[in-house]
């Protein structure tokens, strides 16, 4: 899916259940068009964590890249910025969301409290080799911690018109 041809070198979340706080390594794993309530767009990314705990758990990423407020927009594209900077990509240019899937980068997650409810909050994104990262153990046997899965929605076609 391309992400549009917006020129972001002026451009200064939630999980299967909450991470703890802390930083993890995860590979990018799905990225998908969805719709909020309100009627605006956003890219869905689903992040596998790679380590140093929670291994194989999923959680989630919300960028409004399509939403009505411009400063929804800027956020996100900033969010998108950062991201693609720590996967290794040229941060100045949306590219295509098949350009995120397989990578990997580091996450700086945080929780945060709403109506009583507790969310999963991205703060940073980083390349997998940053400093300040807590390596996995070596000698820690690799666990695949069983998902819960979302019900799976029909993918556009290749070859399909897209609005974007």
């Not at 930083?23 to 009627?39: C, F, M, N, R």
């Not at 997650?109 to 507790?118: I, L, S, Y």
């Not at 980083?126 to 690799?142: C, F, K, R, W, Y």
Request: charged share 20%.
């Amino acid at each position: 899916m391309h992400l549009g041809n917006r020129d972001m070198s002026h451009d200064s979340e939630f999980g299967s259940s909450v991470l703890a706080p802390g930083t993890y390594d995860v590979t990018i794993t799905h990225a998908e068009l969805k719709q909020w309530p309100s009627g605006d767009r956003y890219l869905s990314l689903w992040y596998k964590v790679d380590g140093p705990q929670a291994i194989g758990q999923i959680c989630f990423d919300s960028l409004s890249l399509w939403d009505s407020k411009p400063e929804f927009q800027n956020v996100a594209y900033s969010r998108l910025k950062s991201i693609r900077s720590a996967i290794g990509l040229n941060p100045n240019i949306p590219g295509d969301t098949d350009d995120l899937l397989g990578r990997r980068m580091k996450i700086k997650v945080a929780v945060r409290e709403k109506n009583g409810n507790q969310y999963q909050a991205i703060n940073k994104y980083m390349p997998i080799g940053a400093a300040g990262a807590q390596p996995a153990p070596a000698s820690a046997p690799v666990q695949q911690a069983p998902v819960a899965q979302p019900a799976p929605q029909a993918q556009p076609q290749p070859g399909s018109a897209m609005p974007w």
